[in-house]
T-cell receptor
Framework: DAKTTQPNSMESNEEEPVHLPCNHSTISGTDYIHWYRQLPSQGPEYVIHGLTSNVNNRMASLAIAEDRKSSTLILHRATLRDAAVYYCILRNNYGQNFVFGPGTRLSVLP | EAQVTQNPRYLITVTGKKLTVTCSQNMNHEYMSWYRQDPGLGLRQIYYSMNVEVTDKGDVPEGYKVSRKEKRNFPLILESPSPNQTSLYFC????????????FGNGTRLTVT
């Protein structure tokens, strides 16, 4: 199964943009890139997903490299409530799915 | 309301006493999965199911059983719990399509003494 690697932790100031990177160099052509986040004392929640094109929704934007070997989750204006662990995972139609790595712990400073 | 419901939220039990954690979803999802979360180890997949009567092992299946007799339910069974199964457990579900997001339950905190 294709795996992802993310920095262990990142820090941001409130109301500034945050770019969370993810490497997935062994991604296959049918793998979708999904992002989830886990707030303290809660279950993970869906943030965004994409295949090849950049994606935007009310929570975030997802920028996918042209070769698809990396992607970046963009929070346009970080708030204190965005402090969480962010997970980048791959999903395909075959075999085991939704395998989570350790994620990136984002701290937001006031 | 669309949701994944786990029960119980908290459970304290003793070594060797069989227990079941239930998981139910009301979204007609084909895919369901169980995870455990431990400090420093992140979310690890225990078992998953691609559809009714189709289950497969995840990364840490030892000591656990699952069944998928109906689409909406995916119980996690610990036949003989041990202290190393003390953990926070999450159930999740999704449509089978690769572009479908995963929906998580609120978690079950299990303590085995």
């Amino acid at each position: 199964d294709a795996k992802t690697t993310q920095p262990n932790s990142m820090e941001s100031n409130e109301e500034e943009p945050v770019h969370l990177p993810c490497n997935h160099s062994t991604i296959s052509g049918t793998d979708y890139i999904h992002w989830y986040r886990q707030l303290p004392s809660q279950g993970p929640e869906y943030v965004i997903h994409g295949l090849t094109s950049n994606v935007n929704n009310r929570m975030a934007s997802l920028a996918i490299a042209e070769d698809r070997k990396s992607s970046t989750l963009i929070l346009h204006r970080a708030t204190l409530r965005d402090a969480a662990v962010y997970y980048c995972i791959l999903r395909n139609n075959y075999g085991q799915n939704f395998v989570f790595g350790p994620g990136t712990r984002l701290s937001v400073l006031p | 309301e669309a949701q994944v419901t786990q029960n119980p939220r908290y459970l304290i039990t003793v070594t060797g006493k069989k227990l079941t954690v239930t998981c139910s979803q009301n979204m007609n999802h084909e895919y369901m999965s169980w995870y455990r979360q431990d400090p420093g180890l992140g979310l690890r997949q225990i078992y998953y199911s691609m559809n009714v009567e189709v289950t497969d092992k995840g990364d840490v299946p030892e000591g656990y059983k699952v069944s998928r007799k109906e689409k909406r339910n995916f119980p996690l069974i610990l036949e003989s719990p041990s202290p190393n199964q003390t953990s926070l457990y999450f159930c999740a579900s999704s449509f089978g399509a690769v572009d479908s997001p995963l929906h998580f339950g609120n978690g079950t905190r299990l303590t085995v003494t």
